[in-house]
């Protein structure tokens, strides 16, 4: 099926840098999925020779962003280099959750100006979640004019195009799109590995108070299920042995949907029934973590026993702050159920700390939720002003040395908490898929168990892609240590 929607705004002129109030909008306009991407044949040979390369700051999402980006670039003849000085394209794939996150951006666009000057042909693009906003599209215009090529989140598939402006346009390109765009299925990417990432739906509705992500992302917007199990079986055809599956806030797939009532429950138990060995998502936002997945997921088989479970804080009142929609008790009673359904899960989080206000007795039942719930690892962060959003106008009279003394408390409970855990396997024998040698030490194989925690242990590199069971012999806070003790057989 095709279905095309001419856009509505000329696009032949490459001058259209965000707006934040249009990124707020959520319309009732549909959402049309494309099924006819193409390339230009005309553009097919125009990297001929030439070498690219991407960095990428951002979440999983923004990774396979630039998978998708490579898969196009390779169709245009473009080749790799993790050398930037051989590149005659690098593109910045931007994350905006966080301001260290852009200030790394800006300081390596300050690295960047020597290379672009040295060897004026360079393409120097900035896409990703930054180049939706405003105020950096702005700056950029402003203070960094040697960048060719600006584009957002919405239009990553018209990158041939713009890449084509880019190279004969004597100013800078920028197209930008406030509003999202529609499903474009058919993007070639180019995945490496064992592991791959599906994406099953766009954007966020949530709008928590603090963050950039519903603006730099558009409303949610879900793949068909046809289209997601789809690429699933060709991933488990491929040979893939681990899928996870993307969302900002993957339980709300399928509410976007107005012919079929099909949830993310549905959507797991028929990728249960995919012979694909593992299958993890992320995110799933407390709020619509119903019943029925928790039952999916106890059924185990390849959906593994991890679930990432942001709570951010412990504090009824800053929850509500943070327009988070769920209290304390709710969420524990959510762990409540989902540790008696799937008694040996994984629990991990994500937590803010320092939102604006925030007293040390809030903060003191961050601490004791965090104990409570028994997290097995916590990616935890100090509250980041995003311009735009309602808390960045909140009053914050919390100092920076109080914030970053209830992170590292907070991260000393996170590391006890973590051995605490691990220890639990202490002796056992796990399943690890091995991933190849270990980065940190070219002794050691390194794989992971189905709760993705790290295993170190000697053996051959042709165990690549196996999954082997490994006696595990040491505990530490992050790692383990083990010694293989059996293969297990290869499928057919
Ligand atoms: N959609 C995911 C989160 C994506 S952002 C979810 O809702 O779970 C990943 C994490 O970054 C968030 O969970 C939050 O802990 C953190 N984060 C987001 N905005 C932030 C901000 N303004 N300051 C600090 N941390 C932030
Ligand atoms: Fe951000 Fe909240 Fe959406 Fe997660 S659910 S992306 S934290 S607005
Ligand atoms: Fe960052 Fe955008 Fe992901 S802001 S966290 S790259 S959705």
Known sequence: MTDRKKPAKDYSIYFQPPSYRDAKRRGKEDVRVHYDFKIADDLKSMGKGKFYHIQTYGCQMNEHDSEMMMGMLEEMGYTWTDNREEADVILLNTCAVRENAEDRV????????????????LILGVCGCMSQEEGVVNRILTRHQYVDLIFGTHNIHRLPELLREAVFAKEMVVEVWSKEGDIIENLPKKRAGLKAWVNIMYGCDKFCTYCIVPYTRGKERSRRPA????EVR??????????????????AYGKDFEDIDYRFADLMADIQKIDIPRV??????????DDKLIEVLARGGNMVEHIHLPVQSGSNEILKKMSRKYTRESYLELVRKIKEAIPNVVLTTDIIVGFPGETDAQFEETMSLVREAEFASAFTFIYSPREGTPAAKMADDVPMEVKKERLNRLNELVAELSLKDNMKLSGQTVEVLVEGVSKNNPEFLSGRTRTNKLV????????????????????????????IAAVHALEA
């Open 227 to 230: 289209d997601v199990i789809a």
């Open 106 to 121: 800006f300081g390596e666009l300050g690295h960047l100006k020597s290379l672009k000057k040295e060897k004026p042909d």
């Open 280 to 289: 993890r998502f992320t995110t799933s936002h407390p709020r619509d973590f």
């Open 456 to 483: 170190h242990f000697k053996g051959p590199a042709s165990l690549t892609g196996q999954f082997i069971d490994v006696k595990i012999t040491e505990v530490q806070t992050w790692l383990f240590k083990g010694e």
């Open 234 to 251: 060709e991933l488990a055809r491929q040979g893939y042995k681990e899928i996870t599956l993307l969302g900002q806030n993957v339980n």
